[in-house]
């Protein structure tokens, strides 16, 4: 079992920046591929990036160039710094997790979501 708690969100303006964390309990949390997701009011929920056990790493192209996803093992914490950030980013932000396979990605446990809202 893992429980991932996400922190960090909140208001900010357009062009701002705000750095979400994602804290996973257990102890094989290096061989997880972590990923955070997000779901606007009225929309599906979308994958925003995701990173495997060897730190690569894979974006939405609405976020590429302004997100950025790292992990830190020690830690058991996957980060999503979020750059320029636009009012299309307002979403609630959830933190994932799960055994990669290849190409296939069963996210099996997931965050209770922290809110980003992005002002104009």
């Known amino acids: 079992q893992v429980q991932l708690v996400e922190s960090g969100g909140g208001l900010v303006q357009a062009g701002g920046s705000l750095r979400l964390s994602c804290a996973a309990s257990?102890?094989?949390?290096?061989?997880?591929?972590m990923g955070w997701f997000r779901q606007a009011p009225g929309k599906q929920r979308e994958l925003v990036a995701y990173?495997?056990?060897?730190?690569?790493?894979n974006y939405a192209d609405s976020v590429k160039g302004r997100f950025t996803i790292s992990r830190e093992n020690t830690k058991n914490t996957v980060y999503l710094q979020m750059n320029s950030l636009k009012p299309e980013d307002t979403a609630v932000y959830y933190c994932?997790?799960?055994?990669?396979?290849?190409?296939?990605?069963?996210?099996?446990?997931w965050g209770q979501g922290t809110q980003v809202t992005v002002s104009s």
């Open positions: 994932a997790a799960g055994q990669r396979s290849g190409d296939y990605i069963p996210w099996d446990y």
């Open positions: 257990g102890r094989t949390f290096s061989t997880y591929t």
């Open positions: 990173i495997i056990s060897g730190g690569g790493t």
